[in-house]
Every structure is written in structure tokens, then in C-alpha cells.
């Protein structure tokens, strides 16, 4: 059997916008051979169909009404319908994206439509739809025009969108039941590791923390993040570094410390191996 194909945003351009809005019609038909078949995305997606049809979400079939939202969360496995109108627009956006300004935490804990274990369908009512419809036509524009400060505004943009979703996503699921327990704990792992990013913790320490074992810890995030612990951890402490080196002035030295990294060329082969770049490559490709 061949490996599911995997598709990235701009991975090996990280100085390039980590965001983009395509209408769904047009892409589907330009990338019509990748599109109907299943692959994953490294990416976070907000597909918007303006009219009925169905999608395939980890190979089930999603029915869904007009002007409905689905979000797919990076390794999910998706594939377009080829008797569906598949009209729309489509939001493809990233975590280096998603942190482009410094926050306490990140949003996939502030918006609760990040965690939700379910998969997520929602039906946009006539007036939010309208309110999305403005924003996303305001986008368009600053993606086409680029003018000063184009991608502060896009996230601003965004940031609103995001907002009005998670209002709908609240008002549709006020009655639904907690989390369950599974998902509570992969929150405390998440949670648990974003205060200690500092710190180099085997997956056995991190696991008697949460009070399991090891391999129920790797069991939860292999079934509800679709990686394991050890890769999560990375990719979370490759971003912290993303930020630093292009949020601030710091060094790479003085960025690796700041990760727990005592020695800054054990830092500098780390990021390479996860990016490709060296830190100063990367700060070099921001410029």
C-alpha cells in the first residue's frame, strides 16, 4: 500500500505568508487529481460550502447543507466529492500563522473548537454568513493588494473570523456533553508540556505526571492528535522557537537557552532537523 500523500503550506518557504484563501470551485478543478483522492495536510482547514453536497472526512462521508463550515485539523484525512458543486472558499492556515502575536498560551486552547474530538460541521445562519462573506471579501483584497502591513491585517481579519465561529460553535454545542475523559487528558498533556517547553522530559516522566503510563499516553495521542507524544513536543517546541527568532532580537543562543538548550550548536542541529534550516537561515529568510 503507498503512503497517503501529505501536503504542506509554504514548509520550505517560512518567510512566505502561512495563510490562504482560495475559492473551492477554482482549486478543486486546478488541483482536481490531488483533490479526490485521500491525502492529509499539515495544516490547519476551514472548508465553507456554499451549497449541499458531501465531503469525505477520515473516510467517512460527511453530508452536509448549504452554507456549512467543516474544520479539519492537521493529519486528518480528507478527500473532495466529484458529484458535489464543491462551491465555496477555503482557508488554509498554520500554527506560525495562528502565533504571529506573542499569546499566553496557544489558541488551540483558547478556542474551544481547536480540541473538540468530534468532527466539526456547522451550519452558518443568513446573517453570519453574511458577516463571514464581508470578512472573507476583505481578505481577498489585502491578498491581492498587498499593500503595508497587509499580513497584520489578514490576521486581524482572521482572528475576527475565528471569533464568529467559535461564537456558532458554542451556541450549537451549549448542551452537548463534556469532553470526554480521553480528550481531557490529552489537554493536560498539551497543557503540561507548554509550561515545561523548557525542559527535556522523557515521555515516561511527562506520563507518571498525568498519573498513566506511557503507553496509554501514546495510545491518546496517536488516536486524538494523530502523532505521537515525543513528535507533538516538537513540533510545539520548534514553533516557541519560530517565534522567538522572528518575534524578537535574540540570538540564536540566546533562543535555544531560553528552550533549555545548553549548548547552542545542540540547538542549531535540533531546528535543522525539523526545518531543514539552521536558526540563522531562518532569521536570514525573514529579511
Given at each position: 500500500m503507498s503512503q497517503l500523500p501529505e501536503y504542506h503550506l509554504n514548509k520550505d518557504a517560512p518567510a512566505r505568508l502561512q495563510f490562504s484563501l482560495h475559492h473551492a470551485a477554482d482549486y478543486v478543478e486546478r488541483y482536481h487529481e490531488h483533490c479526490?483522492?485521500?491525502?492529509?495536510?499539515?495544516?490547519?482547514?476551514?472548508?465553507?460550502?456554499?451549497?449541499?453536497?458531501?465531503?469525505?472526512?477520515d473516510y467517512e462521508l460527511v453530508k452536509h447543507p448549504a452554507q456549512s463550515l467543516i474544520f479539519l485539523k492537521p493529519g486528518q484525512v480528507h478527500y473532495f466529492c466529484?458529484?458535489?458543486?464543491?462551491?465555496?472558499?477555503?482557508?488554509?492556515f498554520n500554527e506560525v500563522f495562528l502565533h504571529r502575536l506573542e499569546q499566553d498560551e496557544t489558541l488551540a486552547f483558547h478556542y474551544a473548537l481547536f480540541y473538540d474530538p468530534r468532527p466539526l460541521k456547522l451550519r452558518?445562519?443568513?446573517?453570519?454568513?453574511?458577516?463571514?462573506?464581508?470578512?472573507s471579501?476583505?481578505?481577498?483584497?489585502?491578498?491581492?493588494?498587498?499593500?503595508?502591513f497587509y499580513r497584520d491585517q489578514l490576521y486581524y481579519l482572521f482572528h475576527s473570523f475565528l471569533v464568529m465561529v467559535?461564537?456558532?460553535?458554542?451556541?450549537q454545542n451549549a448542551s452537548s456533553p463534556v469532553l470526554d475523559e480521553d480528550w481531557q487528558q490529552?489537554?493536560?498533556?498539551?497543557?503540561?508540556?507548554?509550561k515545561s517547553l523548557d525542559k527535556f522530559y522523557n515521555i515516561g516522566e511527562l506520563s507518571s505526571q498525568l498519573g498513566m503510563s506511557e503507553k496509554s499516553l501514546t495510545r491518546l495521542c496517536k488516536a486524538r492528535l494523530h502523532q505521537t507524544p515525543a513528535?507533538?513536543?516538537?513540533?510545539?517546541?520548534?514553533?516557541e522557537a519560530k517565534r522567538y527568532l522572528s518575534n524578537t532580537s535574540l540570538s540564536a543562543k540566546e533562543v535555544g537557552y531560553s528552550l533549555g538548550f545548553e549548548q547552542a550548536t545542540y540547538f542549531s542541529k535540533y531546528f535543522k532537523k525539523h526545518t531543514g534550516l539552521t536558526p540563522k537561515q531562518f532569521q536570514q529568510s525573514l529579511r
Open positions: 479526490m483522492r485521500p491525502h492529509q495536510h499539515s495544516y490547519y482547514q476551514f472548508l465553507w460550502f456554499e451549497k449541499a453536497g458531501h465531503h469525505y472526512v466529484p458529484y458535489s458543486p464543491n462551491e465555496g472558499r477555503l482557508f488554509h452558518l445562519t443568513p446573517e453570519l454568513s453574511a458577516k463571514l462573506e464581508t470578512l471579501t476583505w481578505m481577498e483584497e489585502e491578498l491581492s493588494k498587498q499593500e503595508s467559535e461564537r456558532l460553535w458554542q451556541s490529552v489537554r493536560a498533556f498539551q497543557q503540561l508540556v507548554e513528535n507533538w513536543i516538537h513540533q510545539r517546541r520548534i514553533l
